[in-house]
């Protein structure tokens, strides 16, 4: 019982952390996210949307779930949609097991969640089941630093620590590799540098279901 207390804990402060600690990372990637979320439309869904950084970005008019395995993130959620006007639906479950049909979402969504997924692969094959045909897998995500650099060699270092501390978070996950290798039509991504210690190196791009 004490541990479950212990792990409540934990995952409350985690969400009044992502509420209020994330303000300006946001405000530096807008524009890169404001660009990637451009003409979406129909059923989207998001996997791991946290306290809601990108409800701002998405048109009204969509349908939207998320799909968020901490409970103590949904509140802020909601706060959040209903400062804006839009109606969301909040699912508590897993990206290796999604709360959806198949072949029956438009857009699925990601920032910063592949880091931190038990079994990466096997989220990216829940994204191509829910997916509609020609459907798209839109995703900022940090990223291992390359092999043979000092930061890699740090983000080796550090993984176990940072795991505990960042709820799951692998620092040096080859999550562009893995995109590449999981069966989508096509991948196209760009590496940039975020504003954030140690997870600096990112990658953002759309992966295209086949029609």
Same mark, same amino acid.
């Given at each position: 019982m004490a541990q479950q207390v212990s792990y409540h804990w934990y995952k409350r402060l985690f969400a009044w952390l992502m509420a209020n600690g994330t303000a300006e990372y946001e405000?530096? #990637?807008s524009d890169r996210k404001r660009s990637l979320f451009t003409? $979406?439309?129909g059923k989207i869904l998001e #996997?791991?949307?946290g306290t809601g950084p990108n409800l701002s970005y998405y048109p009204p008019? #969509?349908?939207w779930i998320g799909i968020e395995p901490n409970p103590f993130m949904h509140s802020y959620l909601q706060k959040e949609a209903d400062k804006l006007g839009l109606h969301i639906d #909040?699912?508590?479950g897993t990206a290796e097991k999604l709360d959806a049909e198949d072949n029956s979402i438009d857009a699925v969504i990601s920032t910063l969640v592949l880091c931190s997924v038990p079994n990466l692969e096997r989220? $990216? =094959?829940e994204v191509l089941r829910v997916l509609k045909p020609g459907g798209r897998f839109l995703f900022i995500e940090h990223v291992a630093a390359p092999n043979g650099?000092? $930061?890699r060699q740090v983000q080796n270092t550090i993984k176990p620590l940072w795991q505990v501390l960042g709820d799951g978070c692998n620092p040096n996950r080859e999550t562009g590799i893995a995109l590449e290798q999981a069966g989508f039509a096509s991948v196209d991504? =760009?590496?940039f540098d975020a504003p954030v210690p140690l997870v600096t190196p990112h990658i953002i791009g759309v992966a295209t279901k086949a029609t």
């Open positions: 405000e530096k #990637i003409n $979406l439309h #996997i791991g949307p008019d #969509i349908e #909040i699912r508590t989220t $990216l =094959q650099t000092f $930061l991504y =760009q590496n």
